[in-house]
Protein backbone atom coordinates (compact mmCIF):
# COMPACT_ATOMS: atom_id res chain seq x y z
CA UNK A 1 0.00 0.00 0.00
CA UNK A 2 1.71 3.09 -1.49
CA UNK A 3 0.72 6.27 0.57
CA UNK A 4 0.54 8.75 -2.01
CA UNK A 5 -1.81 7.10 -4.10
CA UNK A 6 -3.99 6.02 -0.91
CA UNK A 7 -4.19 9.58 -0.03
CA UNK A 8 -5.31 10.79 -3.82
CA UNK A 9 -8.01 8.30 -3.44
CA UNK A 10 -9.33 9.30 -0.16
CA UNK A 11 -9.11 12.70 -0.87
CA UNK A 12 -10.40 12.54 -4.47
CA UNK A 13 -13.55 10.62 -3.32
CA UNK A 14 -14.23 12.74 -0.16
CA UNK A 15 -13.76 15.96 -2.99
CA UNK A 16 -16.36 14.14 -5.96
CA UNK A 17 -19.14 13.64 -3.31
CA UNK A 18 -18.68 17.19 -1.95
CA UNK A 19 -18.77 18.37 -5.31
CA UNK A 20 -21.73 15.98 -6.38
CA UNK A 21 -23.57 17.14 -3.39
CA UNK A 22 -23.08 20.67 -3.81
CA UNK A 23 -23.88 20.56 -7.84
CA UNK A 24 -27.41 19.22 -6.38
CA UNK A 25 -27.65 21.29 -4.16
CA UNK A 26 -27.56 23.70 -6.45
CA UNK A 27 -28.85 22.15 -9.87
CA UNK A 28 -31.71 20.19 -8.41
CA UNK A 29 -35.24 21.07 -9.14
CA UNK A 30 -36.85 19.05 -6.82
CA UNK A 31 -36.91 20.17 -3.01
CA UNK A 32 -36.39 16.54 -2.05
CA UNK A 33 -33.52 16.02 -4.07
CA UNK A 34 -31.92 18.94 -3.19
CA UNK A 35 -32.25 17.05 0.46
CA UNK A 36 -30.48 13.87 -0.51
CA UNK A 37 -27.54 16.20 -1.98
CA UNK A 38 -27.54 17.48 1.39
CA UNK A 39 -26.88 13.99 2.72
CA UNK A 40 -24.62 13.18 0.69
CA UNK A 41 -22.33 16.33 0.75
CA UNK A 42 -22.13 15.80 4.33
CA UNK A 43 -21.02 12.04 4.18
CA UNK A 44 -18.12 13.82 1.74
CA UNK A 45 -17.09 16.50 4.61
CA UNK A 46 -17.27 13.56 7.25
CA UNK A 47 -14.97 11.43 5.26
CA UNK A 48 -12.82 14.41 4.66
CA UNK A 49 -12.25 15.02 8.34
CA UNK A 50 -11.41 11.14 8.84
CA UNK A 51 -8.85 11.02 5.86
CA UNK A 52 -7.10 14.20 7.59
CA UNK A 53 -6.35 12.54 10.66
CA UNK A 54 -5.21 8.98 9.19
CA UNK A 55 -1.64 7.87 9.17
CA UNK A 56 -1.18 4.27 7.24
CA UNK A 57 1.23 2.52 9.65
CA UNK A 58 -0.88 3.03 12.89
CA UNK A 59 -3.57 1.27 14.66
CA UNK A 60 -7.03 2.23 15.77
CA UNK A 61 -7.35 4.63 18.58
CA UNK A 62 -8.44 2.16 21.37
CA UNK A 63 -5.84 1.65 24.21
CA UNK A 64 -6.61 -2.16 25.03
CA UNK A 65 -5.55 -3.79 28.49
CA UNK A 66 -3.96 -0.52 29.67
CA UNK A 67 -1.29 -0.88 26.36
CA UNK A 68 -1.10 2.27 24.96
CA UNK A 69 -0.06 1.72 21.18
CA UNK A 70 2.83 3.77 19.85
CA UNK A 71 1.08 4.74 16.45
CA UNK A 72 -2.39 5.51 16.72
CA UNK A 73 -4.79 7.53 14.01
CA UNK A 74 -5.66 10.78 14.93
CA UNK A 75 -8.60 10.28 17.46
CA UNK A 76 -9.59 14.47 17.56
CA UNK A 77 -11.16 14.00 14.24
CA UNK A 78 -12.93 10.93 14.67
CA UNK A 79 -14.69 12.36 18.01
CA UNK A 80 -15.99 15.43 16.06
CA UNK A 81 -17.07 13.15 12.79
CA UNK A 82 -19.22 10.74 15.49
CA UNK A 83 -20.71 14.18 16.38
CA UNK A 84 -21.05 15.49 12.65
CA UNK A 85 -22.91 12.42 11.81
CA UNK A 86 -25.57 12.85 15.00
CA UNK A 87 -25.96 16.76 13.86
CA UNK A 88 -26.24 15.97 10.81
CA UNK A 89 -28.96 13.73 10.67
CA UNK A 90 -30.97 16.00 13.40
CA UNK A 91 -30.50 18.52 10.05
CA UNK A 92 -31.73 16.02 7.78
CA UNK A 93 -34.84 15.88 10.14
CA UNK A 94 -35.70 19.44 10.70
CA UNK A 95 -34.89 20.64 6.87
CA UNK A 96 -37.56 17.50 5.90
CA UNK A 97 -39.91 18.74 8.57
CA UNK A 98 -39.80 22.27 6.77
CA UNK A 99 -40.21 20.76 3.43
CA UNK A 100 -43.40 19.49 5.06
CA UNK A 101 -44.36 22.43 5.71
CA UNK A 102 -44.12 23.80 1.91
CA UNK A 103 -45.73 20.93 0.68
CA UNK A 104 -49.12 21.84 2.90
CA UNK A 105 -48.67 25.64 1.88
CA UNK A 106 -48.17 25.15 -1.43
CA UNK A 107 -49.28 21.60 -2.91
CA UNK A 108 -46.05 21.13 -4.74
CA UNK A 109 -42.14 20.74 -4.15
CA UNK A 110 -41.02 22.20 -7.60
CA UNK A 111 -38.40 24.62 -7.14
CA UNK A 112 -40.02 26.85 -10.12
CA UNK A 113 -43.34 26.46 -8.69
CA UNK A 114 -42.64 27.38 -5.53
CA UNK A 115 -40.98 30.05 -6.40
CA UNK A 116 -43.59 31.76 -8.55
CA UNK A 117 -46.06 31.10 -6.11
CA UNK A 118 -43.71 32.96 -3.18
CA UNK A 119 -43.25 35.45 -5.39
CA UNK A 120 -47.32 36.01 -5.74
CA UNK A 121 -47.57 35.49 -2.19
CA UNK A 122 -45.54 38.19 -1.34
CA UNK A 123 -46.99 40.57 -3.98
CA UNK A 124 -50.46 40.24 -2.28
CA UNK A 125 -49.35 40.61 0.75
CA UNK A 126 -47.41 43.98 0.07
CA UNK A 127 -50.11 45.41 -2.26
CA UNK A 128 -48.45 45.24 -5.72
CA UNK A 129 -50.19 43.94 -9.08
CA UNK A 130 -47.83 41.70 -10.30
CA UNK A 131 -49.56 42.02 -13.81
CA UNK A 132 -47.94 45.54 -13.60
CA UNK A 133 -44.95 46.08 -16.03
CA UNK A 134 -42.06 47.14 -14.36
CA UNK A 135 -41.09 49.69 -17.57
CA UNK A 136 -44.58 51.39 -17.54
CA UNK A 137 -45.15 54.57 -16.78
CA UNK A 138 -46.82 54.68 -13.20
CA UNK A 139 -49.95 56.61 -12.44
CA UNK A 140 -52.41 58.05 -15.07
CA UNK A 141 -52.18 59.14 -18.57
CA UNK A 142 -51.59 63.01 -19.19
CA UNK A 143 -54.32 65.63 -19.80
CA UNK A 144 -55.82 65.35 -23.29
CA UNK A 145 -54.59 67.60 -25.69
CA UNK A 146 -56.93 70.91 -25.95
CA UNK A 147 -58.84 71.10 -29.40
CA UNK A 148 -57.01 73.77 -31.00
CA UNK A 149 -54.16 71.62 -31.51
CA UNK A 150 -55.43 68.04 -32.28
CA UNK A 151 -58.14 69.77 -34.90
CA UNK A 152 -56.07 72.27 -36.35
CA UNK A 153 -52.69 73.44 -36.28
CA UNK A 154 -51.74 77.25 -36.15
CA UNK A 155 -51.32 78.08 -39.37
CA UNK A 156 -54.99 76.97 -40.73
CA UNK B 1 -6.59 -2.83 0.56
CA UNK B 2 -6.35 -0.17 -2.08
CA UNK B 3 -8.10 -2.09 -4.36
CA UNK B 4 -10.75 -2.61 -1.99
CA UNK B 5 -11.30 1.28 -1.19
CA UNK B 6 -10.97 2.13 -4.52
CA UNK B 7 -14.12 -0.43 -5.48
CA UNK B 8 -15.90 1.16 -2.34
CA UNK B 9 -15.35 4.75 -3.46
CA UNK B 10 -16.22 4.17 -6.91
CA UNK B 11 -19.36 2.65 -6.00
CA UNK B 12 -20.15 5.93 -3.54
CA UNK B 13 -19.64 8.10 -6.43
CA UNK B 14 -21.37 6.22 -8.54
CA UNK B 15 -24.68 5.82 -5.91
CA UNK B 16 -24.17 9.84 -5.50
CA UNK B 17 -24.39 10.31 -9.37
CA UNK B 18 -27.57 8.23 -9.42
CA UNK B 19 -29.32 9.93 -6.55
CA UNK B 20 -29.21 12.98 -8.85
CA UNK B 21 -30.22 11.03 -11.96
CA UNK B 22 -33.12 8.53 -10.87
CA UNK B 23 -36.57 9.71 -11.15
CA UNK B 24 -38.07 7.04 -8.79
CA UNK B 25 -37.87 8.85 -5.65
CA UNK B 26 -37.40 5.72 -3.10
CA UNK B 27 -34.61 4.29 -5.29
CA UNK B 28 -32.93 8.15 -4.62
CA UNK B 29 -33.41 7.07 -1.26
CA UNK B 30 -31.87 3.72 -1.40
CA UNK B 31 -28.89 4.99 -3.14
CA UNK B 32 -28.44 7.36 -0.53
CA UNK B 33 -28.55 4.85 1.83
CA UNK B 34 -26.17 2.82 -0.05
CA UNK B 35 -23.74 5.43 0.00
CA UNK B 36 -23.96 5.73 3.74
CA UNK B 37 -23.19 1.89 3.89
CA UNK B 38 -20.46 2.29 1.61
CA UNK B 39 -18.79 5.10 3.88
CA UNK B 40 -19.63 2.56 7.19
CA UNK B 41 -17.01 0.05 5.35
CA UNK B 42 -14.34 2.71 4.50
CA UNK B 43 -14.34 4.05 7.79
CA UNK B 44 -13.76 0.55 9.05
CA UNK B 45 -10.69 0.52 6.87
CA UNK B 46 -9.43 3.75 7.79
CA UNK B 47 -9.14 2.34 11.57
CA UNK B 48 -12.12 4.75 12.74
CA UNK B 49 -14.44 1.58 14.03
CA UNK B 50 -16.83 3.88 16.30
CA UNK B 51 -17.26 6.56 13.64
CA UNK B 52 -18.12 3.45 11.56
CA UNK B 53 -20.63 1.80 14.36
CA UNK B 54 -22.39 5.22 14.05
CA UNK B 55 -22.71 6.21 10.84
CA UNK B 56 -24.31 2.57 9.81
CA UNK B 57 -26.74 2.78 13.06
CA UNK B 58 -27.56 6.66 12.59
CA UNK B 59 -26.58 7.03 8.99
CA UNK B 60 -27.99 4.55 7.23
CA UNK B 61 -30.79 3.01 9.42
CA UNK B 62 -31.96 6.41 10.96
CA UNK B 63 -31.32 8.40 7.68
CA UNK B 64 -33.24 5.96 5.44
CA UNK B 65 -35.74 5.92 8.01
CA UNK B 66 -36.98 9.61 8.49
CA UNK B 67 -36.63 9.99 4.28
CA UNK B 68 -38.94 6.94 3.75
CA UNK B 69 -41.41 8.27 6.41
CA UNK B 70 -41.25 11.84 4.95
CA UNK B 71 -41.69 10.16 1.37
CA UNK B 72 -44.83 8.84 2.71
CA UNK B 73 -45.71 12.50 4.39
CA UNK B 74 -44.36 14.53 1.29
CA UNK B 75 -46.89 11.78 -1.46
CA UNK B 76 -43.89 10.89 -3.53
CA UNK B 77 -44.23 7.07 -2.35
CA UNK B 78 -45.27 5.68 -5.77
CA UNK B 79 -43.61 2.19 -7.06
CA UNK B 80 -42.81 2.11 -11.06
CA UNK B 81 -45.67 2.39 -13.08
CA UNK B 82 -48.11 3.64 -10.18
CA UNK B 83 -48.82 7.21 -12.10
CA UNK B 84 -52.63 6.63 -10.46
CA UNK B 85 -52.80 10.36 -8.51
CA UNK B 86 -55.51 9.14 -6.33
CA UNK B 87 -53.01 6.63 -5.14
CA UNK B 88 -50.45 9.69 -4.27
CA UNK B 89 -53.37 11.33 -2.33
CA UNK B 90 -53.32 8.23 0.01
CA UNK B 91 -49.98 8.95 1.45
CA UNK B 92 -50.59 12.65 1.98
CA UNK B 93 -53.94 11.39 4.23
CA UNK B 94 -51.71 9.02 6.07
Not at chain 1, 32 to 44: K, P, S, V
Request: proline letters at 5%; charged letters at 15%; aromatic letters at 4%.
Amino acid sequence: MSDPELHWLLYGGAIGLIVIGAAGIVMGKHLFRIILALAIAEAGANLMLVVAGLRPDAVAPIITGGMIPEQMVDPVPQAMVLTAIVIGVGIQALVLSLAIRVYKAYGTLDMREIRLKMAADIDAEAGVDDEVSQEGPAGERPLELPDAVTSGGPGQ
Amino acid sequence: MIWLLGLLIGMMLAAAIAVLVLENHIAAVAATSIVSLALSVVFVLLRAPDVAMTEAAVGAGLSSLILALSLRRLGLWQIEGDKHPEIAKEGVDA
